[in-house]
């Protein structure tokens, strides 16, 4: 495949200008194929593409010269050579004017892997002018030759146009010759070009965004925005809503133009929403965001190469980088390394997929739920399955033991939100906010008194969060309250308060099996692995398909807190 661009510039006036935008969209998906230069080109290999430029146009140097030594790609300009430096009056009245690239430019381009060919010395029809004429519009004059000593070895037909003895005559003085739709795709000396426009795309593969969505429409459009912003864009975007009674469509809603939006009329839950998520679209790759993460700007970009380039992969994953209010907790279980640049910012990196890490698979999951994976393999597994334990991890390890493998790209190109113990209850996000809200407004009631000059607003706004406290301590709280206030201090590093109230919230309900897990996982990050294993224990006890519970038992038999994967 050869291709033909005229001009590339930031905007596009006509057919034959390219903005930079696409051209680098364009750019992006050849690396997919092998680009060579013309000379290293074999017709019959479906692989390789060639690049080339005819004019060639000063935009050309400005705008997709920069881009091209960006990617690493040889290519090829087809200049005229009584235009050189020159604008384009001769047809000024159908083009907006342009001036040509100049000899230095030329240079610069040479030197940064192009190769100068021939497109004639004025761009006249040499199928309808006179035959004394071909030689003169075929010779390269001297002075021109000197900008490239390995390029003038094929010639461009003016306006695309030859005859049998025209090509016969260019024989004698090019290597090759180029033609546009009047060629064909195996003769050298009148190999057609594919015409580039803004639309022309070079893909291999779609890719479909799924933000799975319940309750988050405090956080949707971050993660909206972040899918919106990606520099390769996938081919869609799918908004599914799992019947939130939140403004989550209302956030939705803003961006209907951009996304394909769809609500349950009842809550589906994980798996069977999944599913329907999956079957509502048609890309060859897919991948789901929670509506309370973000993608970094090149997650669609480095996890479709990854898949396009190695056809045995069915996932494509990746490095995170946590945040939020409770990153601390998550990055100290995952030994995620803190990040100097912020607060609350932890960078963890995941094995390499080997026959070794693969094993690993079978105890717990370094493969992130936001992975990328093929549709092909997941109709292959039949999909996700209430197997037991998480929907993610257990399609990933169906996946590999029909004899799919699975690729790292090691980058930090998730950005995963720890805001809950319970990522899915709106609930306990509610109660972190107001404990946020306590935290700040104590901050500021301090720095206010050192100054006296607290209003009767803020004194009221205060007065009223610390009033939470008060219903504790008269025990008018219930024991789920007490056990999300236990969560919210072990997130602010407050671990023998977060205890009490944990403690207490069992006082309150000995039943309360959530707060006996987060009393367990406590117990465990103080080093009393006993206590902490006979709470687990005590919960299976009572309920045998406690998740959590059972995960954490696990993890303690394990004797390392580092062992804790993915959830």
Excluded at 156 to 168: D, F, I, M, N, W
Excluded at 314 to 321: D, F, H, K, V
């Amino acid at each position: 495949m050869i291709l033909l661009y005229h001009k590339v510039h930031p905007e596009s006036p006509t057919v034959w200008w390219v903005t930079v935008d696409a051209f680098w969209r364009q750019m992006e998906q050849l690396r997919r194929y092998k680009v060579v230069h013309l000379d290293d080109y074999d017709p019959s290999d479906p692989e390789q593409v060639v690049i080339s430029f005819d004019g060639v146009y000063e935009n050309v140097y400005r705008y997709a010269f920069p881009v091209l030594k960006s990617f690493g790609y040889p290519f090829e300009l087809f200049v005229v050579g009584s235009t050189i430096g020159k604008m384009n009056d001769f047809d000024q009245e159908v083009e907006p004017p342009a001036r040509f690239a100049d000899a230095d430019q030329l240079v610069k381009m040479v030197q940064g892997g192009g190769r100068i060919q021939w497109h004639s010395n004025t761009h006249t029809d040499l199928t309808a002018g006179e035959k004394t004429l071909w030689e003169d519009e075929l010779s390269v004059p001297s002075q021109i030759r000197q900008l490239d000593s390995k390029g003038f070895t094929w010639f461009a037909y003016p306006h695309g146009r030859h005859t049998p003895e025209l090509v016969e005559f260019t024989k004698g003085h090019f290597r090759g010759g180029l033609s546009c739709v009047e060629g064909n795709d195996h003769d050298i000396y009148q190999l057609n070009r594919v015409i580039v426009t803004n639309d022309s795309s070079f893909s291999r593969s779609t890719v479909s965004v799924i933000i799975a969505n319940y309750n988050y429409g405090h956080l949707a459009a971050e993660a909206i925005e972040s899918v919106l912003h990606q520099t390769v864009l996938p081919d869609e975007i799918l908004f599914m809503d799992d019947h939130s009674t939140d403004n989550s469509m209302e956030v939705a809603k803003r961006y209907k133009d951009r996304i394909r939006i769809e609500r349950n009329p009842e809550n589906l839950g994980i798996i069977e929403n999944f599913n329907k998520a999956v079957s509502l679209t048609t890309g060859d790759y897919i991948c789901f965001l929670g509506a309370d993460n973000r993608f970094r700007s090149d997650y669609v970009e480095k996890c479709k190469l990854a898949l396009d380039t190695n056809p045995k992969a069915a996932i494509a994953y990746t490095y995170m980088l946590l945040f939020g209010k409770r990153s601390s907790i998550k990055a100290n279980k995952v030994n995620a390394m803190p990040l100097s640049l912020g607060k609350d910012l932890y960078l963890w990196s995941v094995p390499p997929f080997n026959e070794e890490t693969a094993r690993l698979l079978e105890r717990g999951n370094f493969i992130h739920g936001s992975s990328m994976y093929r549709r092909a393999a997941f109709d292959e597994v039949g999909g996700y399955l209430d197997a037991g334990n998480h929907e993610d991890h257990d399609l990933f390890l169906r996946m590999i033991k029909r004899g799919w493998s699975a690729v790292l790209v090691p980058e930090y190109l998730l950005e995963y939100r720890e805001h809950s113990h319970e990522q899915r209850n709106n609930m306990m996000n509610i109660m972190m906010e107001i404990a946020y809200l306590r935290k700040v407004c104590k901050e500021y009631e301090e720095k206010i008194r050192a100054v006296s000059e607290i209003s009767d607003k803020a004194r009221a706004l205060v007065g009223g969060l610390f009033r939470i406290l008060k219903l504790v301590e008269k025990e008018k709280i219930s024991s789920g309250a007490l056990t999300n206030i236990g969560e919210v201090l072990l997130e602010l590093g407050q671990v023998e308060s977060a205890e009490l109230f944990l403690r207490k919230a069992l006082k309150t309900d000995p039943e309360n099996l959530d707060a006996l897990n987060d009393l367990g996982v406590l117990m465990f990050g103080k080093g009393e692995i006993g206590k902490a294993e006979e709470m687990f224990r005590r919960i299976l006890s009572k309920d045998p398909d406690h998740k959590d519970a059972r995960r954490n038992l696990e993890i303690v038999n394990t004797n390392s807190m580092k062992a804790a994967v993915w959830k």
